[in-house]
């Protein structure tokens, strides 16, 4: 019943990231990668009985801190599954006893143990990638009260974790990403009578009794960095092949090709742009041209969606403007390519100036 509730969970969590436009392409990391988060931890007031004087209640902690080490592998189609390594710590701030009331108290909680997690990245067309996902796994938990009554111990368990965060891919450092992540783990059953843990009641007395506790809930909010491992290098530049020599070169023809650049993530024009565009709207009428192919490209700083958007934003932005320089808009066609086609290769992530640019071809 458990384990069905998790499946479902995951499930709900996935469904309306797969309904996004674009969410199951380019997202941040695929293949293997490794992730090192730290952060705050929230434990959740832990109910408790004292058996010897039949006493219970809850105990409140201090909000304490978290680490998670995880090793995953991206799996394509925005999927990706991951084994975490948790390490949650807090402190015992006080417990309100049934018997004694409200009693100051210190102590240490740590919960730690392996949780093996399935998440999905969502593509939404911006540099941010959302990301959910759910885990099951198995958590140690350790107590040491040292008042009003001594208390320590190791136990384990199963429990489930629910994820959700956010990735910003460092795009001068290909394959790394910042993480800020919510993490909610859930021990699935409370601490048995017959797992109990012992200790003294009250403080110093020489008979063991036995403190059962409930179950535990924790909130964790981390910021971390995410590598992926043997990222791809850059392509290298394409060498041209030498031309072969001939008797005399013919008169170089007209120019029929004008490129205009574009400022980072911008699709208006520059008055150099302006310039380039009117030039072409002259020539295309002295020229006898018959159609005219306006063609738009960005960078590789952006996912592919939100590049293939901006690079038709640019192609017709230029097209206006030649029709607003005399040129007929039936013999114009204009269409984004994207990141693709780049007039200096670079890897991914690299803000290339000479690729942000719209090429007017003269036909």
């Known amino acids: 019943m458990k384990l069905r509730f998790i499946l479902t969970a995951a499930t709900c969590l996935a469904l309306p990231a797969a309904a996004l436009p674009g969410a199951a392409h380019a997202q941040p990391v695929t293949g293997p990668y490794v992730s090192l988060e730290?952060?705050?931890?929230?434990?959740?007031?832990?109910?408790f009985h004292e058996s010897l004087h039949n006493t219970g209640g809850k105990m409140q902690y201090r909000p304490g801190y978290a680490g998670v080490a995880s090793l995953g592998y991206g799996l394509g189609d925005?999927?990706?599954a991951q084994i975490s390594m948790d390490d949650l710590h807090t402190t015992l701030h006080e417990i309100d006893d049934s018997a004694y009331g409200h009693i100051r108290a210190s102590g240490v909680h740590t919960t730690w143990g392996p949780m093996l997690d399935v998440l999905y990245d969502m593509n939404v067309g911006l540099p941010i990638f959302p990301y959910v996902g759910a885990g099951a796994g198995y958590q140690w938990v350790q107590n040491e009260n040292n008042g009003p009554f001594f208390a320590s111990?190791?136990?384990g368990g199963f429990a489930y974790n629910l994820i959700a965060g956010l990735s910003y891919p460092i795009a001068p450092v290909p394959g790394?990403?910042?993480?800020a992540e919510y993490?909610?783990?859930?021990?699935?059953?409370d601490t048995k009578e017959g797992e109990s843990i012992t200790g003294g009641f009250p403080a110093g007395s020489p008979i063991p009794g036995t403190v059962k506790y409930g179950h535990q809930s924790t909130n964790s909010i981390l910021v971390g960095l995410r590598y992926q491992l043997f990222t791809p290098p850059a392509p290298a530049p394409a060498v041209a092949p030498a031309a072969a020599p001939v008797a005399a070169a013919p008169a170089p023809a007209p120019a029929r090709t004008y490129l205009v650049f574009f400022d980072w993530d911008k699709a208006t024009l520059t008055p150099r742009a302006t310039q380039i565009i009117a030039q072409a709207a002259s020539d295309s009428k002295t020229q006898a041209t018959t159609t005219i192919d306006v063609n738009g490209y960005t960078d590789t700083s952006g996912t592919p969606v939100y590049n293939q958007g901006l690079s038709v934003r640019r192609a017709k932005a230029v097209a206006a403007q030649?029709?607003?320089d005399g040129v007929p808009a039936s013999e114009i066609t204009a269409k984004g390519f994207g990141d693709t086609n780049l007039l200096v290769p670079t890897g991914p992530g690299v803000r290339e100036p000479q690729n942000r640019r719209v090429e007017i071809i003269l036909n």
Not at 183 to 189: D, L, S
């Open 322 to 324: 030649l029709v607003t």
């Open 183 to 189: 993490r909610f783990t859930q021990m699935i059953a």
């Open 78 to 80: 925005g999927w990706r």
């Open 176 to 179: 790394l990403s910042l993480t």
């Open 38 to 47: 730290g952060g705050v931890d929230f434990l959740m007031p832990v109910t």
């Open 153 to 155: 111990g190791t136990k």
